[in-house]
């Protein structure tokens, strides 16, 4: 897997969809897309919950490396205009409120829904992540600290699990950015291993917008910029949620 690229079109949240049916992309409406700013996507998006649990705070997994980075960043939130971004256990929590397009609901009792990068829940033996996003330069920053719950190759990260982080981190900037929504092309190629426990800095620029599409790159390196892990490209569709009548 290592020094390959490879591409992978993704569609997100079709619960439902029988294997190996065809699911068509929802219609988009440009008259109703775009009518968000990046300051009322971020106030909306970011808002803490007063039940449930945070993920993107500190806990005891956590190593020296992850809590000092942690404390710069949150230092700059109060001077810089960065933003912890909140992280919750489905981003059902995250657009409370809203709704999808109507292609793109699911219809379901089951209530134990996870976030893939959110499915274990045991500290540190998973991912260990935060994101804190800059809106007016339209860039994220991810710190990373995998536990041995996603290992590859003994003693270091499986490449599908820092491909899952690195689209997560995708999709929570180009939302913020401008209504970013949906994944429809994703690129990575690895350079070096990740060790488990080590902590790995994302970071995610939005390159341009245009044509209701979204442009964005990653790269994953050392905290001293010294060793580049992977470098990743992705396409997101841009779509507009509305406010969900049936829960006012």
């Known amino acids: 897997m290592l020094r390959r690229g490879f591409q992978v079109a993704v569609i997100l949240g079709h619960h439902g969809t029988l294997p190996g ?76 409120g809203f709704k999808l397009p109507l292609d793109l609901s699911a219809n379901s009792d089951k209530s134990d829904w996870r976030l893939f990068t959110r499915c274990i829940e045991r500290e540190g033996q998973g991912y260990e992540y935060v994101i804190f996003f800059q809106p007016s330069e339209k860039k994220s920053i991810c710190l990373f600290q995998p536990g041995p719950y996603l290992e590859g190759v003994p003693g270091f990260v499986h490449g599908g699990s820092l491909a899952a982080l690195i689209d997560e981190t995708f999709s929570k900037t180009a939302y913020l950015s401008g209504e970013g929504l949906l994944t429809v092309n994703f690129n990575i190629r690895f350079k070096n291993l990740i060790p488990l426990g080590s902590l790995a800095v ?41 406010k969900d009548s049936s829960r006012q």
């Open 21 to 96: 049916a065809t699911h068509l992309l929802p219609r988009f409406n440009p008259a109703s897309a775009f009518g968000s700013s990046t300051e009322s996507l971020v106030s909306r998006f970011c808002q803490e919950m007063t039940k449930g649990k945070n993920y993107a705070l500190p806990n005891a997994s956590w190593g020296p490396d992850m809590l000092s980075l942690y404390h710069e960043f949150l230092e700059k939130t109060k001077t810089s205009g960065w933003v912890r971004v909140p992280s919750f256990r489905s981003n059902r929590d995250h657009i409370q």
């Open 202 to 242: 994302l970071n995610v620029n939005v390159e341009k917008i245009e044509d209701q599409k979204m442009y964005l790159s990653c790269v994953t390196q050392s905290r001293d910029q010294q060793t580049v892990y992977a470098k990743a490209s992705g396409t997101f569709l841009q779509m507009h949620l509305e």
